[in-house]
């Protein structure tokens, strides 16, 4: 693919503003150029310093938007798509009366296909270039993913669900059968392009030890596959397995005994864990995918973000949209929802601690932050462009902040700041951050609170608009 060039306002974090300060780990960029090629970040800079070495580029320019990093979705169903806002139960009901009946519909390849190309198009015009992703118990729906998204050049990480007890007859593997099938999957799939497999228990109630740990043999075998799970999300289902794994000591233990804790093991939600669960996962190097829209939908709980966030024992954690439990496909809402599920536990969500988490912080939590996440050359080239006048409402609120997206306005700012009394002048750039940082949480804030799918101006892939 020929070398080309984008022109606008980039914005990005190199670094985990839960554990240093903002302004050490943004990065903007009011009038920027990225040169993309072969799908790869080039080099970005300054326009007016990089224009004319790449003038014979072809350019495409988003003026007064706002460009990130593509966003990262560390939990989500496919075969889900489709019963999303089913109504009024919590989890274990809910898998029994919607998911479980639903799930059965992907033993046929082709609608599981259908579903796969409906559901990446969604994740796309939703803002999402990468996810973690459930399939379904039978391999089929895995191939039909995979293909869907590879055809699509995405970086994409999906998994065979592995569940031999306690569902419909129809949906039950068995240990060999999910080690057989999975170890297929994984030389069929992994690493090939830009896709990955994740070893996928549905959770510690629909595994026997036994199957628990063919997934650990299956991680020993491919070491640098990935493990998805479910992790503490609803006192009822910690009871059940605390009855099922009298011996683990804890709903983690199980995972624990099965040898599936590891840096890329990545568990949804976490809600109810304790002080110890939370220093094994640090530990570990595992991951926490916070699903605040599916916790709320199902009346799970309120995830303790700071808790796990501790700089004592740090744990890794990003944003998941969970759907179907989870209401949107947008981690715009799910960010949003976030900070509310804080604020409810008197806590504080930055927008810009929110923006990590879709995007720097999900790649961290994929152990993917040396290929997306950021605008750092030698990356791959998967970023969105954001509209902070998607809206009526969105341009209304967000007219006094605009002008942080004009060049022209921010040459203006600093020659006023030039001219201030010589006691000010060394204070002068920090003024002027201050009030770029100010604006641009405003609008960044805004879009988590009010944005949607209408916010994502443009989708680009490995530098392609799709």
Not at 122 to 151: K, N
Not at 186 to 215: C, G, M, N
Not at 310 to 331: C, H, I, Q, Y
Not at 342 to 359: G, K
């Amino acid at each position: 693919m020929p070398p080309t060039a984008i022109r606008g306002p980039f914005l990005h974090l190199i670094d985990d503003p839960f554990y240093r300060p903002i302004s050490d780990c943004l990065r903007y960029l009011p009038d920027g150029l990225m040169v993309v090629e072969n799908g790869i970040i080039v080099e970005i800079g300054p326009y007016a310093e990089l224009k004319n070495r790449y003038a014979q580029l072809p350019l495409t320019h988003y003026p007064n938007k706002i460009i990130v990093p593509g966003f990262i979705d560390t939990h989500v169903h496919f075969p889900q798509t489709e019963i999303i806002a089913a109504y009024g139960e919590q989890l274990l009901t809910w898998l029994d009366r919607y998911i479980f009946p639903t799930e059965q519909k992907f033993s046929d390849r082709a609608y599981a296909l259908t579903v796969a190309e409906h559901f990446l198009d969604e994740l796309l015009r939703h803002g999402t270039t990468t996810a973690l992703v459930f399939t379904s118990v039978y391999p089929q729906s895995t191939d039909a993913f995979f293909e869907a998204a590879q055809a699509r050049n995405l970086r994409m990480i999906a998994g065979k669900v592995l569940m031999d007890r306690h569902a419909p007859e129809a949906l039950l593997d068995t240990p060999d059968t999910a080690y057989s099938d999975s170890r297929q999957l994984i030389e069929k799939w992994h690493q090939q392009d830009r896709l990955l497999y994740a070893v996928t228990p549905r959770f510690a109630i629909t595994s026997t030890p036994e199957q628990l740990r063919a997934a650990g043999r299956l991680l020993q075998d491919f070491p640098d596959v990935y493990m998805h799970t479910h992790l503490s999300e609803n006192t009822a289902e910690i009871a059940w397995t605390n009855e099922l794994f009298p011996e683990a000591g804890s709903y983690l233990g199980v995972y624990d005994q099965a040898g599936l804790l590891g840096k890329r093991s990545v568990f949804a939600h976490g809600v109810h864990l304790s002080e110890t669960e939370l220093c094994r996962l640090s530990e570990c190097e595992c991951a926490i995918a916070h699903c605040p829209t599916s916790n709320l939908f199902l009346g799970s709980g309120l995830f303790p973000l700071h808790q796990a966030k501790n700089p004592d024992r740090p744990v890794k954690v990003a944003l998941g949209t969970d759907v179907g439990a989870g209401t949107s496909f947008s981690l715009l809402r799910t960010g949003g929802e976030a900070y509310k599920v804080a604020q409810l536990q008197q806590q504080s969500l930055d927008p810009f601690q929110a923006l990590f988490l879709a995007t720097l912080g999900g790649a961290q939590a994929l152990c993917l932050e040396d290929k997306i996440g950021s605008f750092i050359p030698g990356k791959e080239a998967d970023f969105i462009v954001l509209d902070p006048q998607a809206t009526p409402t969105l341009a209304f609120r967000n007219q006094p902040y605009l002008s942080v997206l004009n060049p022209a306005l921010n040459s203006a700012l600093n020659s006023e700041l030039s001219e201030a009394d010589a006691d000010d002048r060394s204070h002068q750039g920090d003024i002027a951050n201050e009030r770029q940082m100010a604006d641009l949480r405003s609008l960044i804030f805004s879009l988590f609170i009010l944005g949607d799918e209408r916010a994502i101006h443009a989708t680009h892939i490995a530098g392609m608009l799709v």
